[in-house]
């Protein structure tokens, strides 16, 4: 297991807790906006971790705001929360993009700890990705803002990751011990046990690498009294095992790593799972049990690829293949093997390697020729002699020139077509990303597949309207900006409640929004979800024009009808492909929409006789449909108070 991999989630997670503070003279409306503001990416933290969803909604409502009312700082973090969100989830592209948004807003205002906070945040991510030289340019920018802002505690950050790359090569040790103790000292000069905790295990590991066990187990051990029962002593436990394994204590080994691993399954950190799982695989390895050890390396590597951990990768892939080689498995310690030569090249520096070829070519060719003197000068080689190995030396050199020029330009060209690969795959996963915006899953995999997408009849599907009323007069009363502005902030918060309760988003025709559940995936809950939904759109209404009437401004009241019935969906058009839906059902939902009232919603009678165990509803009279008759109108008042479990099946359960 390699021990190398020293900047840790919480030094993240300290950069998403940077400064959200407003400007130091706001007008009283204003300070109270950056606190909302300020609320808003709080809790966008902390369902970071838990509701992906529900975060990065809350960040780029906080950045909407954060906008309108001229919040640069606010609107800077918002970005910042988005990409650690899209970072906790591996998605490392998407991570960086909002990461440099961030990094230019905090740029523009001058703020020198945001901006150490971001280099840290974009050093990470190519670490993670096995970029070195990236890493460390980003750390070393970190490192420079941080001691320009005088702040103690993204110094000791610094510092940390500045030498955690040093680490990464034992001939740069010292310099990752210079870094390490100056971070320890910042540490216990601010009081920070956790990050104290974090540096005692970086350096009790390069100990460790040293064969210095003892001093390596004493600066785990001040690790461990610096965690306490915090959730960070994981760390400890995985260098405690390696110690252990090779002091041949296997069995106080294997204790301190499943102690690791299960910290790291009860706070979802793959990375730490995936090198707790090494390091139990190379205990049993040095225990003799391979076949145990390989159901563990084999466990490990699922988090190692999705994750793009080259370090561990390349280790990884190593002991498998050695274990294999042992239990006469020669077919997977090739495959292995082979696996390992290639995450390794991708780890190596090609500034580097120029410079040491260059080297030890210029050393061959100074012995090459201090030999042919020696030679010249014990064996008084004749004149003729002499000029054949004159001719030969020549010849050499040619022919080596020549065969460096040639494996040049076919580095050069792999190098080429490496990079093309990569831009194509980049266009490629930006193409299916708009094109997944557009369509469903399944349908953008139809057309992708065959060229087109087959129309579906669905016995049971859900469909939602909602509209504001009198919107023709409110928006004669805004500017375009403006009116455009409000509507998207809603339209954006719809989308995340859409999204949160697994329904179809169909389109926007104006101010009416249309969503249906059901479709393109059958779903026996569908209602209830498209009710949920419905439910908390109304709620977001209703705390939105309570933010609008505190402004002064006329409020924006929503309309909302549901209906249940049977539909045919499918994509229409051939240049700007439209998923939409049709039939009767679509109408009634429309009209259950236009006869509804603000702040209610508005059911048929179908939709009723599905909820009406779960939901209290007030009778209201009937409408006429055309081709259908008359139809039952309810509004929904209130959940009835029931057992969660009578509500959906385990594997569907949705939150109350």
Known sequence: MNLKRNILLFFILITALAGTSQPAVLPLRAEQDTTFVNDLLQQSREQSATDTGKAIG??????????????????????????????????????????NQSLQQFIAINDYTG????????????????????????????????????????????????????????????KALDYYTRAMSLSEELGKQEELGVICVNIGSIYYEKNDDQ????????????????EGSLNVYNAMGKLYKRQGRFELAIETHHKALAIAEKINSKISMLQSMMGLGDVYVAKGDYSTALEYYKKAETPAVELQANHELKDLYQEMAITYSKISDFNNAFKYQSLYSSTKDTLYNIDTD????????????????????????????????????????????VGL????????????????????????????????????????????????????????????????????KSFTVIADNMSPKDL????????????????????????????????AGGIPTPD?????????????????????NQRRQDKDLEPWNIRIGIHVGPIVAGVVGKKKYAYDIWGSTVNIASRMESNGEPGKVNISSATYELIKD??????????????????????IEHEHVIPKTLLLNENQEISQ
């Open 58 to 99: 809350l960040a780029k409502q906080a950045k909407s705001i954060a906008d309108e009312i001229n919040f640069p700082k606010g609107a800077a973090t918002a970005l910042k929360n988005i990409g650690i969100v899209y970072y906790l989830q591996g998605m490392h592209l998407e991570a960086l993009d909002y990461y």
């Open 524 to 544: 026996e809950t569908h209602v209830l979800k498209i009710v949920k939904a419905g439910l908390e759109i109304q709620q977001y209404v209703f705390e939105y």
């Open 215 to 230: 001093k390596a187990l004493q600066y785990f051990k001040k690790a461990l009294n610096a965690y306490g029962d915090s």
């Open 614 to 635: 779960y939901y209290e509803c007030t009778y209201r009279g009937k409408i006429s449909a055309k081709n259908i008759g008359e139809i039952d109108m309810y509004f």
């Open 115 to 174: 901006i150490a906070s971001l280099y840290s945040n974009i050093g990470i991510v190519y670490y993670d990705r096995g970029d070195d030289t990236k890493a460390l340019e980003n750390y070393l920018q970190s490192l420079k803002f941080a001691e320009q802002s005088k702040n103690k505690l993204r110094i000791l950050v610094a510092l940390n990751n500045v030498g955690g790359i040093y680490y990464i090569k034992r001939a740069t040790y010292d």
């Open 401 to 468: 020139f020549l065969a460096f020029i040639i494996a040049l330009l076919i580095y050069r060209g792999y190098r080429n077509k490496v990079k093309t690969h990569k831009i194509l795959d980049k266009q490629k996963n930006e193409i299916e990303g708009l094109l997944l915006n557009i369509l469903p899953k399944e349908v953008a995999g139809e057309l992708q597949r065959t060229g087109h997408a087959t129309p579906k009849h669905y016995d049971s599907a859900s469909v939602m309207f909602t509209d504001f």
């Open 484 to 515: 455009v502005e409000e509507l998207d902030a809603c339209f954006i918060a719809f989308d995340g409640i859409i999204e949160k309760y697994q329904l179809e988003k169909i389109k926007t025709i104006g101010d009416s929004y249309m969503c």
């Open 354 to 397: 120029k410079k040491l070829g260059s080297l030890q070519f210029e050393f061959d060719l100074q012995k090459k020729e201090g030999e042919i003197n020696l030679l010249e000068k014990d064996n008084a080689l004749t004149d003729q002699k002499l000029q054949r190995q004159r001719l030969f030396k020549n010849a050499f050199m």
